[in-house]
């Protein structure tokens, strides 16, 4: 069965310093692995995949993760913090059999300082 | 273009009334996925369509919860008798239907059941 997990349901940071995010997943067959953003009352937006194309993904917004099958873990990343980068973000696994169900970790909030 | 679209956003309840969410696709999307977020949660997949088709519905929490996609485009999810516990976001997404493809998020349905 896979299943995400995502360590600090709350992470806080200075504006201009670097967002870690991090996420390690379980699965029986290689993953397709998604980070998602969430702001206040809107749907949940894309940020980036990992399909098996590159083990580093680079997304929407300066983010960036990288693959670790070593390690289990897709950890999201971000040089410099931006105010707005303040919302909920899940990492998420899918089966690379099928095109069905995503599974989703428990979310992560960034808070940013000024 | 369009997005996921979803109403009403909102929807209060009494407790044992029966509502009905419903969800519009991005056009020419195949596959559409309902999941519930409860508060504070990454949102949990309900069920699963593949045009008319409802391939997996392994996630409706009881046989209260029923969905339908009778013409392969706009899908409703029913809950009958609502309870206290239904309480949550109900997220709609679609997508072309392939394998790894991006699921694309409707805002949400709050629903409060009171």
């Known amino acids: 069965a896979q299943s995400v997990t995502q360590l600090g349901s709350h992470v806080s940071v200075s504006e201009g310093a670097l967002v870690l995010l991090r996420c390690n997943y379980s699965s029986s067959v290689p993953p397709y692995l998604f980070w998602y953003v969430q702001y206040p009352n809107q749907g949940l937006q894309l940020l980036l995949k990992y399909t098996s194309a590159a083990t580093l993904v680079k997304g929407i917004n300066g983010f960036e993760a990288e693959f670790k099958k070593s390690e289990t873990s897709f950890h999201l990343t971000k040089p410099s913090a931006h105010m707005s980068d303040a919302a909920e973000y899940f990492c998420?696994?899918?089966?690379?059999?099928?095109?069905?169900?995503?599974?989703f970790g428990s979310g992560t909030r960034l808070s940013i300082r000024p | 273009g369009a997005g996921v679209s979803q109403s009403p956003r909102y929807k209060v309840a009494k407790r044992g009334q029966d509502v009905a969410l419903r969800c519009d696709p991005i056009?020419?999307?195949?596959?559409l996925f309902w999941y519930q977020q409860a508060l504070g949660q990454g949102p949990e997949f309900l069920t699963y369509?593949?045009?008319?088709?409802?391939?997996?519905k392994s996630g409706l929490p009881s046989d209260r919860f029923f969905a339908e996609r009778p013409e392969g485009s706009v899908s409703t999810l029913k809950i009958q008798r609502t309870q206290q516990e239904d309480s949550a976001v109900y997220l709609c997404?679609?997508?072309?239907?392939?394998?790894?493809?991006?699921?694309?998020f409707g805002p949400g349905t709050r629903l409060l059941v009171l």
């Open positions: 369509f593949q045009n008319e088709a409802q391939l997996d």
């Open positions: 997404a679609s997508s072309l239907g392939l394998v790894g493809e991006t699921q694309y």
């Open positions: 998420a696994v899918s089966d690379q059999s099928s095109a069905s169900k995503i599974i």
């Open positions: 056009s020419g999307h195949v596959s």
